[in-house]
Protein backbone atom coordinates (compact mmCIF):
# COMPACT_ATOMS: atom_id res chain seq x y z
CA UNK A 1 0.00 0.00 0.00
CA UNK A 2 2.64 2.39 0.93
CA UNK A 3 3.94 1.18 -2.39
CA UNK A 4 1.95 4.70 -3.82
CA UNK A 5 4.34 7.12 -1.67
CA UNK A 6 7.67 5.77 -1.68
CA UNK A 7 9.58 4.06 -4.02
CA UNK A 8 8.96 0.62 -3.71
CA UNK A 9 12.80 -0.43 -3.10
CA UNK A 10 13.34 2.50 -0.81
CA UNK A 11 14.33 1.62 2.58
CA UNK A 12 11.87 3.53 4.24
CA UNK A 13 9.38 1.45 3.75
CA UNK A 14 11.44 -1.30 6.36
CA UNK A 15 10.75 1.68 9.42
CA UNK A 16 6.85 0.63 9.23
CA UNK A 17 6.16 4.11 8.96
CA UNK A 18 1.98 5.39 8.73
CA UNK A 19 0.93 6.10 5.16
CA UNK A 20 0.74 9.58 5.71
CA UNK A 21 4.50 9.71 7.26
CA UNK A 22 5.79 8.56 3.36
CA UNK A 23 3.44 10.62 1.79
CA UNK A 24 5.23 13.18 3.51
CA UNK A 25 8.93 11.88 2.82
CA UNK A 26 7.79 11.47 -0.76
CA UNK A 27 6.81 14.99 -0.91
CA UNK A 28 10.27 16.20 0.24
CA UNK A 29 11.86 14.48 -2.05
CA UNK A 30 13.95 11.76 0.06
CA UNK A 31 14.42 8.23 -1.92
CA UNK A 32 16.69 6.55 0.46
CA UNK A 33 17.09 7.13 4.23
CA UNK A 34 20.72 8.82 5.29
CA UNK A 35 23.10 6.50 7.31
CA UNK A 36 22.15 8.10 10.90
CA UNK A 37 18.35 7.93 9.64
CA UNK A 38 19.02 4.02 8.71
CA UNK A 39 20.16 3.40 12.51
CA UNK A 40 18.45 6.30 14.80
CA UNK A 41 14.99 5.79 13.29
CA UNK A 42 14.17 1.86 14.33
CA UNK A 43 15.68 2.56 18.14
CA UNK A 44 13.80 5.42 18.44
CA UNK A 45 10.10 4.19 17.38
CA UNK A 46 11.42 1.30 19.67
CA UNK A 47 11.28 3.74 22.22
CA UNK A 48 15.22 3.81 23.09
CA UNK A 49 17.06 6.61 24.56
CA UNK A 50 19.73 7.39 22.12
CA UNK A 51 23.32 9.13 21.51
CA UNK A 52 23.52 9.93 18.00
CA UNK A 53 26.87 11.48 16.42
CA UNK A 54 26.52 12.16 12.68
CA UNK A 55 28.37 15.04 10.89
CA UNK A 56 26.60 18.27 9.86
CA UNK A 57 24.08 17.89 6.94
CA UNK A 58 23.43 14.28 7.11
CA UNK A 59 19.63 14.61 8.15
CA UNK A 60 19.48 14.27 12.07
CA UNK A 61 16.72 16.42 11.95
CA UNK A 62 14.32 13.64 10.25
CA UNK A 63 16.28 11.16 11.82
CA UNK A 64 14.46 12.63 15.00
CA UNK A 65 11.10 13.79 13.72
CA UNK A 66 10.27 11.22 11.82
CA UNK A 67 9.68 8.44 14.31
CA UNK A 68 8.39 11.87 16.08
CA UNK A 69 5.69 12.48 13.50
CA UNK A 70 5.08 8.62 13.18
CA UNK A 71 4.27 8.19 16.75
CA UNK A 72 2.08 11.17 17.82
CA UNK A 73 -1.13 10.18 20.15
CA UNK A 74 -2.73 13.76 18.99
CA UNK A 75 -4.35 13.53 22.43
CA UNK A 76 -4.12 17.12 22.59
CA UNK A 77 -0.87 17.59 24.62
CA UNK A 78 2.42 18.64 23.63
CA UNK A 79 4.11 15.19 22.72
CA UNK A 80 7.39 16.27 22.07
CA UNK A 81 10.18 18.88 23.36
CA UNK A 82 13.26 19.70 20.72
CA UNK A 83 15.71 21.75 22.12
CA UNK A 84 18.16 23.89 19.57
CA UNK A 85 20.78 26.03 20.70
CA UNK A 86 19.63 29.35 17.92
CA UNK A 87 16.47 30.56 17.07
CA UNK A 88 17.70 29.88 13.43
CA UNK A 89 18.01 26.23 14.08
CA UNK A 90 14.23 26.43 16.21
CA UNK A 91 12.85 27.21 12.98
CA UNK A 92 14.80 25.52 10.74
CA UNK A 93 13.82 22.35 12.51
CA UNK A 94 10.15 23.27 12.98
CA UNK A 95 9.93 23.90 9.32
CA UNK A 96 10.99 20.71 8.38
CA UNK A 97 9.20 18.89 10.95
CA UNK A 98 6.34 20.76 9.56
CA UNK A 99 6.98 19.58 5.87
CA UNK A 100 7.17 15.79 6.58
CA UNK A 101 4.32 16.16 8.92
CA UNK A 102 2.39 17.95 6.27
CA UNK A 103 -0.28 15.02 6.28
CA UNK A 104 -0.09 14.21 9.80
CA UNK A 105 -1.53 17.39 10.97
CA UNK A 106 1.40 18.16 13.24
CA UNK A 107 1.09 21.56 14.68
CA UNK A 108 4.34 22.98 16.05
CA UNK A 109 5.17 26.28 17.87
CA UNK A 110 8.87 28.04 18.67
CA UNK A 111 9.62 29.17 22.14
CA UNK A 112 12.60 31.63 21.12
CA UNK A 113 13.66 34.94 22.21
CA UNK A 114 13.53 37.80 20.61
CA UNK A 115 9.41 37.58 19.68
CA UNK A 116 6.45 38.43 22.37
CA UNK A 117 6.01 35.79 25.20
CA UNK A 118 2.66 37.00 25.41
CA UNK A 119 2.04 35.89 21.59
CA UNK A 120 4.20 32.63 21.94
CA UNK A 121 2.41 31.08 24.59
CA UNK A 122 -1.05 32.39 23.02
CA UNK A 123 -0.13 29.51 20.41
CA UNK A 124 -0.85 26.86 22.50
CA UNK A 125 -4.36 27.23 22.73
CA UNK A 126 -3.71 25.83 19.11
CA UNK A 127 -2.73 22.90 20.82
CA UNK A 128 0.80 21.94 19.05
CA UNK A 129 2.41 18.24 19.10
CA UNK A 130 5.74 19.59 19.08
CA UNK A 131 6.76 22.35 20.60
CA UNK A 132 10.48 23.54 19.39
CA UNK A 133 12.62 26.25 21.81
CA UNK A 134 15.49 27.62 22.99
CA UNK A 135 16.88 27.03 26.59
CA UNK A 136 17.18 30.23 27.62
CA UNK A 137 13.11 31.38 26.20
CA UNK A 138 12.26 27.86 27.37
CA UNK A 139 13.60 28.35 30.79
CA UNK A 140 12.46 31.40 31.48
CA UNK A 141 8.90 29.86 30.88
CA UNK A 142 9.49 26.60 33.41
CA UNK A 143 10.72 29.13 35.93
CA UNK A 144 8.03 31.56 36.14
CA UNK A 145 5.32 28.44 35.53
CA UNK A 146 3.91 29.30 32.68
CA UNK A 147 3.72 25.80 30.60
CA UNK A 148 0.86 24.22 33.20
CA UNK A 149 0.34 20.83 32.66
CA UNK A 150 3.62 20.42 30.38
CA UNK A 151 5.06 16.74 30.00
CA UNK A 152 6.37 15.60 26.53
CA UNK A 153 6.58 11.95 25.74
CA UNK A 154 9.71 12.74 23.82
CA UNK A 155 12.59 15.25 24.47
CA UNK A 156 15.14 15.88 21.55
CA UNK A 157 18.67 17.94 22.47
CA UNK A 158 19.31 18.75 18.82
CA UNK A 159 23.14 20.38 17.79
CA UNK A 160 24.31 19.46 21.17
CA UNK A 161 28.17 20.10 20.97
CA UNK A 162 26.32 23.61 19.81
CA UNK A 163 24.72 24.15 23.28
CA UNK A 164 27.78 23.34 25.11
CA UNK A 165 29.63 26.07 22.88
CA UNK A 166 27.02 28.90 23.78
CA UNK A 167 27.55 28.16 27.65
CA UNK A 168 24.00 26.62 27.61
CA UNK A 169 24.97 23.00 29.31
CA UNK A 170 23.77 24.55 32.75
CA UNK A 171 20.40 25.22 31.41
CA UNK A 172 19.81 22.18 30.01
CA UNK A 173 20.23 20.63 33.13
CA UNK A 174 18.14 23.00 34.78
CA UNK A 175 15.22 22.61 32.18
CA UNK A 176 15.46 18.65 33.12
CA UNK A 177 14.57 19.10 36.57
CA UNK A 178 11.26 20.56 35.31
CA UNK A 179 10.20 17.81 33.07
CA UNK A 180 8.98 14.40 34.19
CA UNK A 181 11.48 11.07 34.57
CA UNK A 182 9.72 9.11 32.29
CA UNK A 183 10.18 10.46 29.05
CA UNK A 184 12.28 9.33 25.75
CA UNK A 185 15.76 11.25 25.65
CA UNK A 186 17.43 11.83 22.11
CA UNK A 187 20.42 13.20 21.84
CA UNK A 188 21.90 14.71 18.38
CA UNK A 189 25.18 16.22 17.87
CA UNK A 190 28.05 16.49 15.19
CA UNK A 191 30.53 15.85 17.38
CA UNK A 192 31.12 14.05 20.85
CA UNK A 193 33.22 16.01 23.40
CA UNK A 194 33.54 15.36 26.80
CA UNK A 195 31.19 17.36 28.56
CA UNK A 196 28.18 16.33 26.24
CA UNK A 197 29.03 12.81 27.39
CA UNK A 198 28.99 14.02 31.11
CA UNK A 199 25.73 15.88 30.41
CA UNK A 200 24.21 12.30 28.31
CA UNK A 201 25.41 10.26 31.43
CA UNK A 202 23.08 12.31 33.68
CA UNK A 203 19.81 12.86 31.22
CA UNK A 204 19.82 9.63 29.25
CA UNK A 205 18.51 6.55 30.62
CA UNK A 206 20.64 3.62 29.46
CA UNK A 207 20.93 5.33 26.07
CA UNK A 208 21.96 3.40 22.65
CA UNK A 209 25.09 5.00 20.93
CA UNK A 210 24.54 5.52 17.30
CA UNK A 211 27.20 7.22 15.41
CA UNK A 212 28.26 7.44 11.93
CA UNK A 213 31.79 8.71 10.69
CA UNK A 214 32.04 9.70 7.39
CA UNK A 215 33.19 7.14 5.42
CA UNK A 216 34.72 9.19 3.14
CA UNK A 217 36.15 12.60 4.15
CA UNK A 218 37.56 12.78 0.57
CA UNK A 219 34.71 13.40 -1.03
CA UNK A 220 34.93 12.88 -4.46
CA UNK A 221 32.95 15.99 -5.13
CA UNK A 222 34.80 18.33 -3.67
CA UNK A 223 38.17 19.78 -5.31
CA UNK A 224 40.30 20.20 -1.81
CA UNK A 225 43.29 23.10 -2.50
CA UNK A 226 45.72 24.55 -0.23
CA UNK A 227 47.57 27.64 -0.88
CA UNK A 228 50.45 28.72 1.18
CA UNK A 229 50.76 32.67 1.98
CA UNK A 230 52.29 35.06 4.82
CA UNK A 231 49.83 36.15 7.70
CA UNK A 232 49.61 39.65 6.55
CA UNK A 233 48.35 38.69 2.96
CA UNK A 234 44.78 36.23 4.33
CA UNK A 235 42.94 39.04 2.70
CA UNK A 236 44.29 39.84 -0.33
CA UNK A 237 44.41 36.11 -1.15
CA UNK A 238 40.84 35.44 -0.54
CA UNK A 239 39.93 38.71 -2.49
CA UNK A 240 42.51 37.20 -5.64
CA UNK A 241 40.71 33.75 -4.94
CA UNK A 242 36.75 35.21 -5.02
CA UNK A 243 37.79 37.16 -8.40
CA UNK A 244 39.47 34.04 -10.05
CA UNK A 245 36.94 31.43 -9.04
CA UNK A 246 33.96 33.41 -9.37
CA UNK A 247 31.78 31.45 -7.00
CA UNK A 248 28.08 31.26 -6.57
CA UNK A 249 28.09 31.19 -3.12
CA UNK A 250 30.80 30.65 -0.53
CA UNK A 251 31.28 30.03 3.05
CA UNK A 252 34.80 31.92 4.64
CA UNK A 253 35.53 30.33 8.00
CA UNK A 254 37.30 32.14 10.34
CA UNK A 255 38.84 31.22 13.70
CA UNK A 256 37.24 34.34 15.60
CA UNK A 257 34.10 36.31 15.86
CA UNK A 258 35.62 39.63 15.63
CA UNK A 259 37.68 38.62 12.48
CA UNK A 260 34.58 37.61 10.57
CA UNK A 261 33.22 40.97 11.09
CA UNK A 262 35.97 42.81 10.01
CA UNK A 263 36.82 40.21 7.06
CA UNK A 264 32.66 40.65 5.88
CA UNK A 265 33.11 44.25 6.18
CA UNK A 266 36.58 44.66 4.14
CA UNK A 267 35.08 42.54 1.45
CA UNK A 268 32.04 44.98 1.75
CA UNK A 269 34.00 48.16 0.96
CA UNK A 270 35.74 46.03 -2.13
CA UNK A 271 32.50 45.90 -3.40
CA UNK A 272 31.37 42.27 -2.98
CA UNK A 273 28.36 41.13 -1.67
CA UNK A 274 28.84 39.88 2.15
CA UNK A 275 27.94 38.95 5.15
CA UNK A 276 28.78 37.80 8.70
CA UNK A 277 27.45 35.40 10.81
CA UNK A 278 28.95 35.34 14.46
CA UNK A 279 27.34 34.44 18.01
CA UNK A 280 28.34 37.67 19.32
CA UNK A 281 25.44 38.93 16.69
CA UNK A 282 21.96 39.87 17.94
CA UNK A 283 19.35 37.18 16.90
CA UNK A 284 17.95 39.48 14.43
CA UNK A 285 21.35 40.61 12.52
CA UNK A 286 22.28 36.88 12.06
CA UNK A 287 18.89 35.55 10.90
CA UNK A 288 19.28 38.69 8.64
CA UNK A 289 22.87 37.10 7.58
CA UNK A 290 21.23 34.30 6.60
CA UNK A 291 18.66 34.81 5.17
CA UNK A 292 20.71 36.93 2.17
CA UNK A 293 22.88 34.27 2.14
CA UNK A 294 19.86 31.79 1.38
CA UNK A 295 18.52 33.96 -0.84
CA UNK A 296 21.32 35.00 -2.78
CA UNK A 297 21.26 38.54 -2.21
CA UNK A 298 24.79 37.93 -0.69
CA UNK A 299 26.83 35.00 -2.21
CA UNK A 300 29.82 35.56 0.42
CA UNK A 301 29.05 34.37 4.18
CA UNK A 302 32.15 34.90 6.45
CA UNK A 303 30.99 33.07 9.32
CA UNK A 304 32.68 30.91 12.55
CA UNK A 305 32.56 27.05 12.79
CA UNK A 306 30.03 27.64 15.98
CA UNK A 307 27.38 30.21 14.11
CA UNK A 308 26.89 28.21 10.93
CA UNK A 309 26.75 24.69 12.52
CA UNK A 310 23.87 22.67 12.00
CA UNK A 311 22.61 25.42 9.57
CA UNK A 312 20.93 23.89 6.14
CA UNK A 313 22.48 25.59 3.18
CA UNK A 314 22.57 24.30 -0.37
CA UNK A 315 24.26 25.03 -3.37
CA UNK A 316 26.98 26.35 -1.58
CA UNK A 317 29.64 26.14 -4.19
CA UNK A 318 33.21 27.22 -2.08
CA UNK A 319 34.21 26.96 1.15
CA UNK A 320 37.84 28.94 2.38
CA UNK A 321 39.18 28.25 5.37
CA UNK A 322 40.53 31.44 6.16
CA UNK A 323 43.23 30.11 8.95
CA UNK A 324 43.85 26.64 9.18
CA UNK A 325 40.84 24.84 11.06
CA UNK A 326 41.53 24.17 14.66
CA UNK A 327 41.60 20.25 14.25
CA UNK A 328 40.74 17.57 11.42
CA UNK A 329 37.25 17.52 12.80
CA UNK A 330 36.26 20.78 12.08
CA UNK A 331 37.94 20.37 8.97
CA UNK A 332 35.92 17.99 7.33
CA UNK A 333 32.75 19.69 9.17
CA UNK A 334 33.61 22.63 7.19
CA UNK A 335 34.24 21.20 3.90
CA UNK A 336 31.29 19.02 3.85
CA UNK A 337 29.24 22.46 3.63
CA UNK A 338 30.56 21.97 -0.17
CA UNK A 339 29.97 19.19 -2.55
CA UNK A 340 26.64 18.20 -1.63
CA UNK A 341 23.98 16.41 -3.46
CA UNK A 342 26.22 15.11 -6.29
CA UNK A 343 27.35 18.65 -7.02
CA UNK A 344 30.66 19.93 -7.72
CA UNK A 345 32.47 21.98 -4.77
CA UNK A 346 35.88 23.38 -3.64
CA UNK A 347 37.46 23.66 -0.42
CA UNK A 348 40.11 26.42 -0.38
CA UNK A 349 42.62 26.64 2.42
CA UNK A 350 45.07 29.44 3.46
CA UNK A 351 47.99 28.45 6.02
CA UNK A 352 51.04 30.27 6.57
CA UNK A 353 54.44 28.35 6.46
CA UNK A 354 54.21 27.66 9.58
CA UNK A 355 50.94 25.93 9.35
CA UNK A 356 52.58 24.08 6.97
CA UNK A 357 52.75 21.05 9.93
CA UNK A 358 49.24 21.50 10.97
CA UNK A 359 47.98 21.28 7.23
CA UNK A 360 49.90 18.08 7.05
CA UNK A 361 48.54 16.40 10.33
CA UNK A 362 45.19 17.26 9.05
CA UNK A 363 46.06 15.70 5.79
CA UNK A 364 47.18 12.44 7.51
CA UNK A 365 44.20 12.67 9.75
CA UNK A 366 41.62 12.76 7.26
CA UNK A 367 43.23 10.91 4.59
CA UNK A 368 42.37 13.64 1.81
CA UNK A 369 43.90 14.70 -1.23
CA UNK A 370 44.77 18.44 -0.18
CA UNK A 371 46.39 19.97 -3.33
CA UNK A 372 48.94 22.83 -3.45
CA UNK A 373 48.16 25.57 -5.40
CA UNK A 374 49.28 28.91 -6.80
CA UNK A 375 47.52 31.81 -6.18
CA UNK A 376 46.64 33.34 -9.52
CA UNK A 377 48.38 36.80 -10.43
CA UNK A 378 46.53 39.69 -12.32
CA UNK A 379 46.68 38.48 -15.84
CA UNK A 380 45.81 34.60 -15.16
CA UNK A 381 42.95 36.12 -12.86
CA UNK A 382 41.66 38.41 -15.66
CA UNK A 383 42.01 35.05 -18.71
CA UNK A 384 40.19 33.28 -16.53
CA UNK A 385 37.59 35.73 -15.53
CA UNK A 386 37.68 36.71 -19.05
CA UNK A 387 36.45 32.59 -20.22
CA UNK A 388 34.16 32.70 -17.29
CA UNK A 389 32.04 35.77 -18.51
CA UNK A 390 32.30 34.59 -22.04
CA UNK A 391 30.04 31.24 -21.30
CA UNK A 392 28.04 33.14 -18.70
CA UNK A 393 27.09 36.08 -20.86
CA UNK A 394 26.34 33.09 -23.84
CA UNK A 395 24.46 31.33 -21.46
CA UNK A 396 22.37 34.29 -19.75
CA UNK A 397 18.61 34.07 -20.91
CA UNK A 398 16.91 36.98 -22.91
CA UNK A 399 15.06 38.89 -20.79
CA UNK A 400 11.62 41.07 -22.33
CA UNK A 401 12.99 44.04 -21.03
CA UNK A 402 16.03 43.71 -23.19
CA UNK A 403 14.20 43.11 -25.97
CA UNK A 404 12.45 46.09 -25.36
CA UNK A 405 15.59 48.44 -24.72
CA UNK A 406 17.20 46.28 -27.93
CA UNK A 407 14.30 47.82 -30.17
CA UNK A 408 14.50 51.34 -29.11
CA UNK A 409 18.55 51.17 -29.35
CA UNK A 410 19.15 49.12 -32.57
CA UNK A 411 18.43 52.17 -35.34
CA UNK A 412 20.46 54.76 -33.05
CA UNK A 413 23.78 52.83 -32.63
CA UNK A 414 26.56 50.73 -34.08
CA UNK A 415 26.52 46.96 -32.51
CA UNK A 416 29.67 46.66 -32.54
CA UNK A 417 30.18 49.89 -30.37
CA UNK A 418 27.28 48.65 -28.34
CA UNK A 419 28.05 45.37 -27.36
CA UNK A 420 31.51 47.36 -26.51
CA UNK A 421 29.36 49.84 -24.54
CA UNK A 422 27.79 47.15 -22.46
CA UNK A 423 30.51 44.85 -21.73
CA UNK A 424 32.34 47.78 -19.90
CA UNK A 425 29.44 48.89 -17.97
CA UNK A 426 29.34 45.06 -16.80
CA UNK A 427 32.69 44.82 -16.38
CA UNK A 428 33.29 47.90 -14.58
CA UNK A 429 32.95 46.62 -11.26
CA UNK A 430 35.13 43.35 -11.64
CA UNK A 431 37.91 44.90 -12.00
CA UNK A 432 41.14 42.77 -10.03
CA UNK A 433 42.81 44.40 -7.94
CA UNK A 434 45.65 44.03 -4.80
CA UNK A 435 49.22 43.25 -5.52
CA UNK A 436 50.25 41.33 -8.45
CA UNK A 437 52.12 38.26 -6.50
CA UNK A 438 49.82 36.96 -3.66
CA UNK A 439 51.37 34.27 -1.49
CA UNK A 440 54.31 31.65 -2.04
CA UNK A 441 55.36 29.76 -5.39
CA UNK A 442 55.45 26.04 -5.09
CA UNK A 443 59.07 26.21 -6.04
CA UNK A 444 59.24 28.46 -2.72
CA UNK A 445 57.07 25.83 -0.87
CA UNK A 446 59.18 23.06 -2.06
CA UNK A 447 62.21 23.97 -0.67
CA UNK A 448 60.92 24.98 2.84
CA UNK A 449 59.16 21.85 2.80
CA UNK A 450 62.74 20.22 2.32
CA UNK A 451 64.08 22.25 5.32
CA UNK A 452 61.21 21.62 7.22
CA UNK A 453 62.19 17.51 6.77
CA UNK A 454 65.84 18.18 7.27
CA UNK A 455 65.20 20.36 10.49
CA UNK A 456 63.10 17.88 11.40
CA UNK A 457 65.38 14.95 10.83
CA UNK A 458 68.07 16.69 12.54
CA UNK A 459 66.35 16.93 15.74
CA UNK A 460 65.25 13.60 15.44
CA UNK A 461 68.56 12.34 15.40
CA UNK A 462 69.13 14.54 18.34
CA UNK A 463 66.50 12.82 20.36
CA UNK A 464 67.32 9.74 19.42
CA UNK A 465 67.31 8.12 22.87
CA UNK A 466 70.10 5.31 23.49
CA UNK A 467 67.69 5.03 26.84
CA UNK A 468 64.18 6.44 25.81
CA UNK A 469 63.17 6.61 29.45
CA UNK A 470 66.01 9.06 30.36
CA UNK A 471 65.79 11.04 26.65
CA UNK A 472 61.52 11.07 28.06
CA UNK A 473 63.05 12.45 31.46
CA UNK A 474 64.86 15.11 29.92
CA UNK A 475 62.41 16.92 28.03
CA UNK A 476 60.60 16.50 30.80
CA UNK A 477 63.24 18.65 32.63
CA UNK A 478 63.70 20.82 30.30
CA UNK A 479 59.71 21.38 30.31
CA UNK A 480 59.88 22.16 33.96
CA UNK A 481 62.94 24.56 33.30
CA UNK A 482 61.03 26.46 31.19
CA UNK A 483 58.49 26.71 33.50
CA UNK A 484 60.96 27.31 36.27
CA UNK A 485 62.86 29.54 34.62
CA UNK A 486 59.56 31.99 33.51
CA UNK A 487 58.43 32.03 37.35
CA UNK A 488 61.50 32.40 39.03
CA UNK A 489 63.67 34.01 36.18
CA UNK A 490 66.66 33.01 38.22
CA UNK A 491 69.63 30.81 36.85
CA UNK A 492 69.70 29.29 39.53
CA UNK A 493 67.23 27.08 39.40
CA UNK A 494 67.73 26.15 35.70
CA UNK A 495 71.27 25.22 36.50
CA UNK A 496 70.50 23.00 39.38
CA UNK A 497 67.85 21.52 37.55
CA UNK A 498 70.34 20.56 34.98
CA UNK A 499 72.94 19.14 37.48
CA UNK A 500 70.44 16.96 38.29
CA UNK A 501 69.91 15.73 34.57
CA UNK A 502 73.73 15.33 34.68
CA UNK A 503 74.11 13.62 37.47
CA UNK A 504 71.15 10.91 36.05
CA UNK A 505 73.09 10.95 32.74
CA UNK A 506 76.27 9.64 34.42
N1 LIG B 1 16.93 10.84 3.41
C1 LIG B 1 17.15 12.02 2.87
N2 LIG B 1 17.24 12.16 1.54
C2 LIG B 1 17.48 13.37 0.98
N3 LIG B 1 17.63 14.53 1.66
C3 LIG B 1 17.54 14.44 3.00
C4 LIG B 1 17.29 13.20 3.67
N4 LIG B 1 17.25 13.46 5.00
C5 LIG B 1 17.46 14.78 5.14
N5 LIG B 1 17.62 15.39 3.95
C6 LIG B 1 17.89 16.82 3.71
O1 LIG B 1 19.25 17.07 4.01
C7 LIG B 1 19.42 18.40 4.50
C8 LIG B 1 20.23 18.38 5.79
O2 LIG B 1 19.49 17.80 6.82
P1 LIG B 1 19.61 18.25 8.35
O3 LIG B 1 18.64 17.46 9.11
O4 LIG B 1 19.55 19.72 8.48
O5 LIG B 1 21.09 17.77 8.67
P2 LIG B 1 21.87 17.77 10.05
O6 LIG B 1 20.92 18.10 11.15
O7 LIG B 1 22.45 16.41 10.16
O8 LIG B 1 22.93 18.81 9.89
C9 LIG B 1 18.03 18.96 4.67
O9 LIG B 1 17.77 19.82 3.60
C10 LIG B 1 17.13 17.76 4.62
O10 LIG B 1 15.86 18.07 4.11
MG1 LIG C 1 20.68 19.47 12.50
Known amino acids: MAKDFVDEVSDFLNFGFKKSVLRGIKELGFIQPSPIQKEAIPAILDGLDVIAQAQTGTGKTAAFGLPLINSLKHNGSIEALIITPTRELAMQVSDEIFQLGKYNKVRTVCFVGGQSVFKQLELLDKKPQIVIATPGRLLDY ?64 NPKFIKITPENTTNEDISQRYYIINDAEREEAIVRLIDSEMPSKAIIFTRMKKEADILAKRLIERGYKACAMHGDMEQRERHRSIKAFKDSKSNILVATDIAARGLDISGVSHVFNFHIPLNPESYVHRIGRTGRAGKKGVAITLATPLEFKELRRIKENTKATIELYEIPNIQDTISKKDTQWIEKILKYPISDEALRLYEQVRSSADMTQLVCKLLSMLLEEVKVLGPNKIGLRKKDLQ ?58 RK
Open 447 to 504: KFQRELRQEEKATYKKQKPDHPKKNDYSKKQNQKERKVGQAKKTHKVSNSTKTKRNSK
Open 142 to 205: LRNHKLKSFSPRVVVLDESDEMLDMGFLDDIEEIFQYLYKDHQTLLFSATMPIPIKHLAQKILN
